[in-house]
């Protein structure tokens, strides 16, 4: 009973300890210094946008897509149907993620943000 009841006071008194910490003690720990810059500061690659075709789409559908907007898939990103697309000359980020974007057999289309560490 001695080993159970030791168990048992160690168990309350870092229970204790945690909750008088509070949620900040489990929160992962932000160092202002290392942290991402949102994209509206750090801007996008010009030229590039980002396009995420609705699941079902084959690939050659894809490229034909592309092909007839002009661009040029620069390549896959992960496994969810999502492309890096450079523009043709002359359109610019928010015409060409607009075209993408108006087409049915895509999800989304956006700006291919910078990200900085600050």
């Known amino acids: ?6 168990t048992m006071g160690l168990f309350v008194l870092f229970s204790a ?13 932000v160092h202002p210094e290392k942290s991402i ?6 801007g996008h690659v010009a030229g590039q946008i980002l396009v995420r075709f609705r699941n079902g789409v084959a690939r050659e559908r894809i490229d034909t897509l592309t ?12 496994f969810m149907n999502i492309f890096l697309i450079e523009l ?6 928010p015409a060409g993620a607009k075209a993408y974007g ?10 291919n943000y910078k990200s900085r560490l600050q």
């Open 1 to 6: 009973m001695g080993k159970y009841t030791c």
């Open 102 to 111: 108006d087409l049915p057999e895509v999800k989304y289309a956006e700006p």
């Open 17 to 29: 300890v945690i909750f008088a910490w509070g949620p900040a003690a489990c929160a992962p720990r």
């Open 37 to 42: 810059a949102p994209p509206q500061e750090a």
């Open 88 to 93: 043709p000359e002359g359109i610019d980020v």
């Open 67 to 78: 092909g007839n907007l002009g661009g040029r898939i620069l390549k896959p990103i992960g």
